[in-house]
């Protein structure tokens, strides 16, 4: 397996800085394509996590190596949500679309939740960016998605 160069990772970000950026709209349809990616993962798992990954995405876990390959995302992301008492949750707090509509990040904070019968704990949490590139069908796919702890 072939793993990425950091210059073929910052390609697409350094694309969204040169071709500038879109209005609101299309911020507003990426932060809605990141709330569904976050929505549907709780819901669903790993299915629902790999449902808003690219063919050829790469994932960047925390404290873990590159993992490039989309069927080895599906074992890291379905181990890490395999405790049915635990939710990983996200919230975006900015969306950026390049001009050319085509490529875009989101960034914000997420937290893994642990469910109790009477309240709902915090058991880690951090930030993270996810950079998003539109499929020939017109939607929102995952092409790159990183995140790392906060201590507190």
Avoid at 59 to 71: E, S
Avoid at 92 to 100: I, K, N
Avoid at 113 to 138: E, F, H, M, N
């Amino acid at each position: 397996m072939r793993l990425p160069s950091l210059r073929t990772m910052a390609g697409p970000a350094a694309l969204l800085l040169a071709a500038g950026c879109s209005g609101p709209d299309q911020r507003d349809a990426l932060r809605a394509a990141d709330l569904e990616f976050e929505r549907a993962t709780a819901a669903r798992g790993a299915d629902g996590w790999m449902a808003h990954f690219a063919g050829d995405a790469v994932w960047l876990p925390d404290g873990a190596r590159i993992v490039a390959d989309t069927a080895q995302v599906r074992v890291a992301i379905a181990r890490l949500l395999a405790d049915s008492a635990v939710r990983l949750r996200w919230r975006p707090e900015h969306a950026e679309v390049a001009r050319s509509r085509d490529l875009g990040y989101t960034y914000g904070y997420w937290r893994l939740v642990r469910l109790a019968a009477a309240d709902s704990q915090v058991v880690a949490r951090g930030k993270y960016v996810t950079i998003w590139r539109r499929a020939p069908t017109g939607e929102w796919k995952v092409a790159l998605d990183a995140g790392n702890s906060v201590r507190e």
